[in-house]
């Protein structure tokens, strides 16, 4: 998602082809927090982005048309059943 919205360029052809095909596109919550997670421990290397990038993103998605999932509790317990390499 950071790479669609601040390097386009960095994305494959096919994956930029997959996005603006798509009927509808959705991002679980999830993704926010492991992009928090990712700047915590020193970020995306050379990927500049918004100093907020949570507002930012969440922007983004909304004029890009992209849905926002949320985490229910039944998302919760169904982790606990998830292999192990999660």
């Not at 918004?50 to 949320?70: C, D, N, R, V, Y």
């Amino acid at each position: 998602m950071l790479w669609a919205f601040y390097a386009p360029h960095r994305l494959s052809v096919a994956g930029r082809e997959a996005i603006l095909a798509a009927d509808e596109i959705y991002v679980s919550i999830i993704t926010l927090w492991e992009i928090a997670i990712k700047f915590s421990r020193g970020g995306f290397g050379d990927l500049v982005v918004p100093e907020t990038w949570e507002k930012s993103l969440i922007g983004e998605m909304e004029t890009q048309g992209f849905h926002l999932l949320a985490v229910e509790t039944r998302h919760c317990r169904m982790v606990q059943d998830l292999p192990k390499h999660h």
